[in-house]
Structure formats: C-alpha cells, structure tokens
C-alpha cells in the first residue's frame, strides 16, 4: 500500500551543481515513500536548512562553497540533530570515507552508482542501517590516518585555493601568524615543499 503524506521519509539534498541538483530530487521525488523538502548548494546553507527542515535524511556532496558536506555532517553531528546523513561524491578515497565514518554519516556512496539505488540506500539508512561500498569500507580503516586537525584542514584547504594568508585570517577569524603557524604545521606533517604541495598531497588522499 502507497505510504501516506505523513509516512513520507522526509529528504534535504545539498549540492552545489544545479543540474545534479535537480536530478536527485526529481529521481527521488518519483518514489511515492520519499519527499525531497528543500535543497541546497552551499554548505552554509545545508547546515541552516537542515536546522529548519529537520528531515529524516540529509544527502550531500562533499565539496561545496562555505562548507564541505564533511564540515557540516560534523557539525549537525556535534549539534545533536536527529538526521542520518549519506554522503554522495565522485570521490572514492578512503581517507574521505574514514572522516565521513567519523562525522556520524550513515552512508557513503558514489555518483556512478546505479540510480535506482540512490532510493533503496535512503530507506536503508532511514532504518538505522549503514550503506557504505564493503571494498571502500574496509581500505578506510586499512589506510593511514589523516595527520591534520579540522583547523590545520580549513588554513590548508583556503591556501590550496590560492587564498593569501591575510584573507584566510580575516575568512576563519585568525591573526596572519597564527595562519602561517596552521601551515607550516600541515607542510611538516605531509612532508611537502611548499602549501600548494601540501594541499594536494591532503587532497589526493582525501583529508581535505
């Protein structure tokens, strides 16, 4: 029997390509047992719509303006809130997987996977279930830790992007020194020349 409005599992998605957007809530807006109630495309914003919507599952990619969809699984997780959060990336790396583990998310799962498995994952974790790739699972906890802490992480993410020092002080609320201190820090640790170095380093192994 087709469950009722009220029975729906209640979905936010957050995703910064409108395109990709709009796909994942029109696939998932055709199952009669699940409502998308509101999307997002930065962070930022996933983090105060979910607050407002408080749906049952919360879909995100991974890298988004503001805030990556690791940041706020965190957060939501350090809040209290009552979501289970799936994770949806191209990245297939385990030190993503480990830090997602870690934040409290539910599922990890690809964008290629097949569409129709996108739907039966939302049930899965509705239920409390964990849905994440076994093969995936099992390199997370196999692979080296992540060295950096979450703000030696933000400095190093910033400086990947070419942001100058002085703007990540003003960005994350810090004097220049203590930036400088964040990526030196993170430099020493992967073993990198310079912060460019280190910030792909960081992101070929998925700490960032």
Partial sequence: MPAGKRDK???????????????????????????????ARTGSEALKVVQQAR?????????MPGMTGLEVAAELKRRGALVRVIILTTFAR???????????????LLKDMPAE???EAVRRVHTGLRVID??????AWTHE?????????????????????????????????TVRNYLSEAINKL????RTEAARIARSKGWL
């Fill in 134 to 139: 076994p093969q995936l699972a099992a390199e």
């Fill in 191 to 194: 073993g990198a020349a310079n």
């Fill in 9 to 39: 599992i209640r979905v936010v998605i957050a995703e910064d390509q409108a395109m990709v957007l709009g796909a994942l809530a029109a696939l998932l807006d055709m199952e009669s047992d699940i409502e998308v109630v509101a999307r």
């Fill in 117 to 119: 498995q996108l739907a």
């Fill in 145 to 177: 830790p992540d060295p950096l802490t979450d703000r030696e992480r933000q400095v190093l993410r910033l400086a990947g992007e070419g942001v100058a020092s002085s703007d990540i002080a003003t960005e994350l609320n810090l004097s220049e020194g």
């Fill in 55 to 63: 749906p049952d599952v919360f879909i995100t990619d991974i890298e």
């Fill in 94 to 108: 385990a030190g993503y997987l480990r830090r997602a583990l870690e934040a409290g998310a539910s599922g990890y």
